[in-house]
T-cell receptor
Framework: AQSVTQLGSHVSVSEGALVLLRCNYS??????LFWYVQYPNQGLQLLLK??????LVKGINGFEAEFKKSETSFHLTKPSAHMSDAAEYFC???????????FGAGTTVTVRA | DVKVTQSSRYLVKRTGEKVFLECVQD?????MFWYRQDPGLGLRLIYF???????EKGDIPEGYSVSREKKERFSLILESASTNQTSMYLC???????????????FGNGTRLTVT
């Protein structure tokens, strides 16, 4: 089964600073990879996904992620944080042979004014 | 837009009660999922269904069962609620042409269940 590790349960950034959220997966075969965001009192919504096309994936709200096979990583970045980016972010991996999506433990982002 | 609706936002139940959590999606999706979300553990899959009347165990099915009698509705059942089932429960759906699909999940807003 796939597993995914998110480094850092909490990240605090200043408004306008770079946001970097780390995600590593365990798989010998590149899976499908996703980033989801959860705003307070809401369900999760898709930020972006990697499906083996371009290794740099652009998502909504200015986020992007880069797939690096050699590092088994799929880190999420945003060049300039906004107060509205305060949320919890989840990395998820889907094995290409079954229906399951496995989630990381999540990273909570706070943005300082 | 896909809408996944969970019938209750908050529920408080007593230990030993039978609890039903209902989820309805309006986009004719084949796949439906139940996750529980706990701080520091992320989302863990309880059960999923890839067709009407079909169900598969996820990673933590113990103490739960599910029902999918109609395509749009997926119910999670706690046969005898216990305090360790206090959690946030998230329902999701996805379109799929088969196993290993890259179709994203669409989530409901969650049901926060407290078992006392």
């Amino acid at each position: 089964a796939q597993s995914v590790t998110q480094l850092g349960s909490h990240v605090s950034v200043s408004e306008g600073a770079l946001v970097l959220l780390r995600c590593n997966y365990s798989s010998s075969v590149p899976p499908y990879l996703f980033w989801y965001v959860q705003y307070p009192n809401q369900g999760l919504q898709l930020l972006l996904k990697y499906t083996s096309a371009a290794t740099l994936v652009k998502g909504i709200n200015g986020f992007e992620a880069e797939f690096k096979k050699s590092e088994t990583s799929f880190h999420l970045t945003k060049p300039s944080a906004h107060m509205s980016d305060a949320a919890e972010y989840f990395c998820a991996v889907s094995d290409r042979s079954d229906y399951k999506l496995s989630f990381g433990a999540g990273t909570t982002v706070t943005v300082r004014a | 837009d896909v809408k996944v609706t969970q019938s209750s936002r908050y529920l408080v139940k007593r230990t030993g009660e039978k609890v039903f959590l209902e989820c309805v999606q309006d986009m004719d999706h084949e796949n439906m999922f139940w996750y529980r979300q706990d701080p520091g553990l992320g989302l863990r899959l309880i059960y999923f269904s890839y067709d009407v009347k079909m169900k598969e165990k996820g990673d933590i099915p113990e103490g739960y069962s599910v029902s999918r009698e109609k395509k749009e509705r997926f119910s999670l059942i706690l046969e005898s609620a216990s305090t360790n089932q206090t959690s946030m429960y998230l329902c999701a759906s996805s379109a799929s042409s088969g196993a290993g699909s890259n179709s994203p999940l669409h989530f409901g807003n969650g049901t926060r269940l407290t078992v006392t």
